[in-house]
């Protein structure tokens, strides 16, 4: 070739190449590929997938899934020039043009891998325009692609008939396996259906497909692809395919993922799958034994403490099952949470040193504000300590500690720990809140808890790998006041252990707070160790009561279940005392720093420098001569002395008036003496504070008159406008039938302290 003939042939080429980049530039070539949404565990299985928007089984396949030997098949049959040519074969079209023209009608192509994916990211009726475009659209792919890449697109795209589309959706719905599990007969099969998926459809044609598998097996062992034995076991290899059904495991979380990341390919979960099947049985099999006592449902959330990944997420006992509401998720359904949120509670007060363990509350009858609460057995135990309140879910002394504290702390510490339904009734939530007067979700509860396994951090709940870590570490409690809550809920001297698990060895060594909401319509079990944290719920979604139902004897059990199945006698050792946590002596009687009055003394764990530091004052001296007691205003000059009585609260004096209990009253204060008293006043537990009453016109009725006074008064004066209305015992109920309109209720007791309050009262 001369030199003017090269120079002719460079600038040619040039302005070829020229013109493709232009064209490129001008008209990219971009894959937008719509793929089925499949969701899987943390080992890569497949738990769940759903259609793509256009309704095919076009599963993403990664590179790892594709294996050499699917690739060296899958080669040496469509285009054995693959890695040699730029996306088109000169020879090949040359042949089949030669073939085609020859014979008068097209007996073979020409299509490499390349433009066979150009075809299939864009499907376009066959005319010579078209396979012109394909043309430059395979080159374009080769530009901007590497081969594997191109490999990898049709391995995601070759069509197996219906609405079935790549190499893992044909794998998983023929032969119900990975493709990198596939062997060479079964990889044979599928490279050979795409050529001709009407007349050997799978599933269908079985027989014509394993004659034409082996036929090309034969010609693979020809030309040497594969090993003689290799071929002669493929071969041998029975054909066994039929057309299967989608996974589908943890259909409730792989719905909820499906839902928030719709355009996502392959959302990687960190369930554990041995874990979750584990745990689907238990739940199915639990509530099959409890269907007898019409409980159906149950729903339950297993945690990694150390990662916070969920790693089991069952819903309900049967999402398949239409009766019973199986398709609702019990782990983000809002429901009442009785009890589950007193560990908060009282970690709170303990952060903020108004309680220790050991300090000593009164469960006795209270009204807050026209609210009297009453415990889950509508028994009132007196005097008790924090730890046993809190072990055995007392009411009373929770809302004692909750109003003391402010109903707005513990909103704020709930709304920090991500409770949304909390934050949506905010404005309407009082003091019943701590008792089950809110809503909650079992992701909630148990992302609490969590946070105390995880020394009051509180962290997200980590469902899929590539969910982003803040890495900032948010302290819901302190890591002392999670350590006493810890060691409290790990007692077993309480009441809601289920007794057939009392005295055995298949108790499991975890920290649990049950709860069950009112109407028995939700039971709570909610546990953890240094490497689980696992909630429970179990109930009815229609929201119906059972009187069995309770969250020590119908959610407790099967949270003992999987703690036994999942992490029996764990290695993780167990909570140790953090520094800032001592030791120090108490007054068995009050809780408080012993006195001179404390003949028994206990040992109590306090937080230093944040628990209150206060002297016992259970006790107090009076001067008395036996019959009247004397201030230091009225004593008299001899005959008379020192002793020592219980200084008892109001509202304990009260219940011990009301179940006839003795206790040591005071001797009456000196008659003549005129000192006018102010601390201890009368406090007026009925009518309440600012509230309206109606009366009927024509029958009017009679509002309740009620104080709790203290260990001194023998008789309180009932006021109403500030006109005398009665003189009474102290814990004597009275009756008054009030003016209309603003109406003040005064009520003193003998001592000259005073109390008031106003109501409204209005007619109808």
Same mark, same amino acid.
Request: with cysteine; proline share 6%; glycine share 6%.
């Given at each position: ?29 971009k894959p937008h590929i719509q793929y089925a ?33 699917? !690739?060296? =098949? &899958? ?10 040519? @730029? %996306? +088109?074969?000169?020879? /090949? ?93 079964? !990889?044979? =099969? &599928? ?10 459809? @799978? %599933? +269908?044609?079985?027989? /014509? ?178 730890e046993f309140a809190l072990a055995n879910s ?205 003949d028994h003394q206990i040992v109590d764990r ?159």
């Amino acid at each position: 070739m001369s030199k003017k003939s090269f120079k002719r042939t460079a600038i040619f080429v040039a302005c070829i190449v020229l013109i493709f980049l232009l064209l490129d530039t001008v008209f990219p070539f971009k894959p937008h590929i719509q793929y089925a949404t499949q969701v899987t565990a943390h080992d890569g299985v497949v738990l769940s997938a759903f259609l793509s928007r256009d309704d095919k089984w076009r599963m993403y396949a990664n590179e790892k899934e594709i294996t050499p030997q699917l !690739i060296k =098949t &899958l080669v040496h049959k469509e285009d054995q020039y693959f890695y040699y040519h @730029p %996306g +088109v074969n000169p020879f /090949a079209m040359s042949r089949a043009a030669f073939r085609n023209i020859s014979s008068g009608r097209r007996t073979s192509g020409a299509s490499t891998i390349t433009m066979q994916v150009a075809r299939l990211l864009h499907p376009r009726p066959r005319t010579y325009l078209n396979k012109i475009i394909e043309i430059f659209r395979a080159l374009q792919l080769e530009l901007h692609f590497s081969k594997s890449e191109i490999l990898q697109f049709y391995f995601n795209l070759v069509p197996y008939g219906g609405n079935i589309e790549g190499i893992k959706a044909a794998s998983l719905l023929y032969f119900g396996k990975p493709p990198q599990l596939l062997s060479l007969a079964e !990889i044979t =099969t &599928l490279t050979i259906v795409p050529n001709r998926p009407s007349s050997l459809q @799978p %599933g +269908v044609q079985n027989n /014509a497909l394993l004659e034409a598998r082996n036929t090309w097996l034969l010609r693979f062992q020809d030309e040497g692809l594969f090993e003689e034995h290799v071929i002669r076991d493929a071969i041998a290899e029975p054909i066994h395919i039929k057309r299967r059904g989608v996974p589908r495991l943890a259909p409730h979380l792989s719905v909820k993922l499906q839902r928030e990341f719709a355009d996502q390919p392959v959302i990687r979960t960190n369930l554990k799958l041995q874990q979750q099947r584990q745990t689907e049985e238990q739940v199915s099999n639990y509530i099959n034994r409890l269907r007898g006592q019409n409980i159906h449902n149950a729903a339950v959330l297993v945690v990694n403490n150390e990662t916070m990944e969920v790693e089991a997420y069952v819903g309900s006992a049967d999402f398949n099952n239409p009766y019973d509401g199986g398709q609702v998720d019990g782990i983000r359904a809002v429901r009442s949470p009785g009890s589950t949120l007193k560990p908060l509670l009282y970690a709170s007060a303990f952060d903020q040193g108004i309680i220790t363990p050991k300090k000593v509350l009164n469960d006795v009858p209270g009204n807050f504000s026209g609210y009297e609460p009453e415990n889950f057995d509508r028994h009132f135990n007196g005097p008790v300590t924090t730890e046993f309140a809190l072990a055995n879910s007392l009411n009373i002394p929770a809302v004692r500690i909750l109003k003391e504290m402010g109903t707005s702390s513990l909103i704020n510490q709930l709304k920090k720990s991500g409770f949304q339904t909390v934050k949506k009734q905010e404005k309407e939530l009082g003091l019943s809140m701590i008792l089950g007067g809110c809503g909650v979700t079992l992701e909630e509860l148990t992302r609490l808890f969590a946070s105390f396994a995880n020394d009051g951090n509180f962290q997200p709940l980590q469902y899929v790998k590539e969910q982003k870590k803040t890495g900032k570490t948010n302290h819901i409690v302190s890591k002392d006041a999670a350590y006493l809550i810890t060691d409290i809920l790990t007692q077993i001297t309480r009441p809601d252990l289920p007794a057939n698990f009392d005295n055995t060895y298949h108790l499991p060594k975890i920290a649990w707070k049950t709860g069950t909401s009112y109407g028995k319509r939700d039971a709570w079990s909610i546990g953890y160790n240094k490497r689980y944290t696992v909630g429970v719920w179990v109930g009815n979604f229609s929201g119906e009561g059972v009187p069995e139902l309770s969250g020590a004897n119908t959610a407790t059990p099967l949270l003992f279940s999987i703690f036994n199945s999942l992490d029996y006698n764990s290695p993780k050792g167990w909570y140790h005392a953090p520094e800032n946590v001592q030791l120090r002596k108490v007054c068995a009687v009050s809780g408080d720093i012993p006195s001179d009055f404390c003949d028994h003394q206990i040992v109590d764990r306090y937080i230093m420098g944040v628990s209150a530091y206060r002297r016992c004052s259970h006790m107090r001296y009076i001067f008395t001569d036996g019959k009247v007691s004397y201030c230091t205003y009225c004593l008299p000059e001899k005959d008379f002395g020192k002793k020592a009585y219980a200084n008892l609260a109001a509202e304990l004096i009260a219940y011990y008036e009301q179940q006839k209990i003795p206790y040591p009253k005071l001797p009456p204060h000196n008659p003549l003496c005129e000192r006018v008293f102010h601390d201890g006043a009368p406090i007026i537990v009925s009518p309440n504070e600012g509230s309206e009453y109606f009366i009927r016109k024509d029958e009017p009725q009679q509002i309740q008159l009620a104080c709790q006074a203290a260990n001194d008064v023998e008789a309180v004066f009932w006021y109403v406008n500030d006109k005398l209305f009665k003189k009474t015992n102290p814990n004597e109920p009275v009756f008054v039938s009030p003016p209309l309109g603003r109406v003040k209720i005064s009520c003193s007791d003998d001592k000259g302290r005073n109390s008031d309050l106003w109501i409204k009262v209005s007619s109808f």
